[in-house]
């Protein structure tokens, strides 16, 4: 019987202890979204106000001139929130929505009004004039009316031009008119006050500079709305929107899910209730057609998804993914894929190099069903499906290549076959490319680790487990990229503040991927094995 060497017993041991961990990663990770999360009740099932925009369609869109909602269906929205909110708060009169106060009062709800305002005169002058007629007509249904909403933060509108839309509106009608905007603006240009009958100010703890984690999220409401009563003492301050997404990239510590927004939501509503503040939450439905602006979270603010559905009650536990186990099944189905690709053309009879390609394959699994349940909420479009699903495609051909070699070697074995010098040249430049995207635009873009953990996970137990004879020189290109996307993943750890879970994760797959190709690059430049002419 040969001997194993102490360096192959403890590269095997390594692969070994590598791989479960990446089975156990898929196990845990399914089961963590699938645990009903214990989470205080809120004060009611009632809630005071909720931004209603009725763009959850497939198509729908406010960007589209020419998009127009009938009134039945504005009806059909507003008698589904009538059951749960006193108040509904819009953006425009254009489109369909100045409908709305007529159609709210058959339901005993009030309108925060919106008159949409932006660079074009002309539209705005429109939206004023609509606006003031729809509220001398229905006075009785408007707790307010909003004259524009961010215009200042979009910088489309001076202060002064703004003040002067305002003032005309105010002496127009006969309801409370106010401006909407991010807090840090109304600190920014406190003159406004005088043009309005009570601030509204817009303050979201995930989208803030800095963002705020769920757990102190509420303490920095408060904390917000404390200081800008301080510098406008005396006036009636409204929060004009506040909420959470349930998904979407996560922000430093701020993670978007169904559970951090019930959190979120149920802790507001104890704080306003106690605190007697008037609120609008946003918003009532999931509006896909943000995602274009927003990415991913920004479609899913809804307290309702798209479809019209609770994504979560006011009180009991709450479930971030009822069809978890989908992730378990997943697994099972890369445990069958992988050990169907372990028969042909095998090259090992024992029965480690199976048990390799079943944890392999079930990782594999569960990894791929991650990135589609990613892609199922972020896609947009057949363009961006079909991107997806090529390079998860990819990712999958790539990890059988990989583990079948793995499982040789861990078999005592070996395979011939040599991998593609081209193919992992395309993962480094794909891996590198995003890199780039999350460093300089990264504010909206998802993580997209179930998809690079196949090609990064699998190159990193070849190289581990790769005898020095059986390297070879990286490219120029490999070892340029390789130090690249590691300078790029730690920008993007320090861009978090090295607050996300996500961020370190992004980091170690760029690892797995760059440390073999430098790791054998500095091993051959120092002459430690000889090349053979």
Sequence with gaps: MTPVSPFRSRRHGGAWLLLLLLALSGVYGWWSIGRPVALPDAPSTRIGCVSYAPFREPGDSPLDPNAFISRQRINADLRLLSRRFDCVRTYSQGQGLSAVPEIARRYGMKVLMGIWLDRDTKANARQIRQGIAVARKY?????GVVVGNEVLLRGELSPAALAGYLQRVRAAVRVPVTYADVWEYWLRHPEL???????????????EDRPVSPAHAVD???TVYARVQRAFPGRRIMIGETGWPSEGRTRQAASASVVNEARYVRGFLRYAATADIPYNLIEAFDQPWKRAQEGTAGGYWGIFDAAGRPKFAMQGPVTEDFRWWLGWLAGACGAAVFGMAGIWRRRWQARRGWVALTLAGFASGCALAWQWRQMWFACRDLWEWTLSVAVCALALGTALLLMRKVAAQLAGTSLKASLPNWLRLSWLF????YGLLLVFDGRYRDYPLGLFALPSAGYA????????????M????????????C???????IQEAGLSLTAWLWLLLNLGLALPVLSGWWQLRRGRILQPQ
């Design 139 to 143: 006075p009785e249904a408007l707790r």
């Design 193 to 207: 006050a005088a043009s309005v009958d009570y601030i509204t100010i817009h303050i979201l703890p995930y989208w």
């Design 220 to 222: 920095h409401v408060a």
């Design 430 to 433: 794909m891996l590198a490319y």
């Design 461 to 472: 137990l070849v190289g581990w487990l790769s005898k020095q004879r059986d390297l070879r």
């Design 474 to 485: 990286p490219l120029l290109e490999e070892r340029f990229l390789a130090g690249v996307l």
């Design 487 to 493: 300078v790029l993943a730690v920008i993007v750890v």
